[in-house]
């Protein structure tokens, strides 16, 4: 498919989503979509104005795909990094995560390729609690730094709340409505990072 022809598809699904059968069937492919592996679900915080319900979703690449284009919507820049690389540019400050990316390719930064192969092969599963909303309940902090506070912290709202001593939090810097620095705190799960 052309770029231009592929540029009008963008356009097409990006008014309505439906329209994405309809490209597939255009373009002649399928989609891969038993490839793909349902990682997390982040729910926005109520306090903020622009709230979303996104859902993270794992897959492996099998060939170069150089051809990719940012279509200048949801996608701006494009560059091939791996979990740690990019974990190290957000600490450099070379780009910019929201805290559900940040904690995903921390995440994801703990696994070898052999752990993601086998997600994807479904020999490995996400257990139930890797998949509960991850709701952030945030609390300012007296150095200015915010804490948000997630599902198994002991501050945690009661339903989801962990036990006395447990924490399981991001403690972050925001300025000018971007997170300059974050760090996972997880007293639980030794990969946790005492990065910040």
Do not use: M
């Given at each position: 498919m052309s770029s231009a022809n592929l540029q009008t598809w963008r356009k097409k699904v990006h008014s309505d989503p439906k329209l994405f059968i309809?490209?597939?069937?255009?373009?002649?492919i399928r989609p891969d979509v038993q490839?793909?592996?349902?990682?997390?679900n982040w729910i926005t915080p109520p306090v903020e104005v622009s709230r979303f319900d996104t859902h993270f979703f794992l897959t492996l690449l099998n060939e170069s795909h150089s051809d990719t284009q940012c279509d200048g919507i949801e996608t701006l820049e494009l560059e091939w990094l791996t979990p740690q690389q990019a974990?190290?540019?957000f600490e450099r400050g070379g780009i910019s995560?929201?805290?559900?990316?940040?904690?995903?390719?921390?995440?994801?930064s703990q696994l070898?390729?052999?752990?993601?192969?086998?997600y994807v092969r479904?020999?490995?599963t996400r257990s139930p609690a890797h998949l509960v909303p991850m709701l952030p309940e945030p609390k300012k902090l007296a150095d200015g730094k915010l804490?948000?506070?997630l599902p198994g912290d002991e501050e945690y709202s009661p339903t989801l709340r962990g036990p006395k001593g447990r924490?399981?939090?991001?403690?972050?810097?925001?300025?000018?409505?971007t997170f300059t620095e974050m760090r996972l705190v997880d007293t639980v799960d030794p990969r946790s990072s005492s990065r910040l």
């Open positions: 309809e490209f597939c069937k255009a373009a002649g490839g793909l592996i349902h990682w997390s974990v190290d540019a995560f929201f805290p559900p990316q940040y904690y995903t390719l921390l995440e994801l070898e390729l052999s752990d993601l192969k086998e479904g020999t490995r804490a948000l506070i924490q399981h939090r991001l403690i972050a810097r925001k300025e000018k409505g």
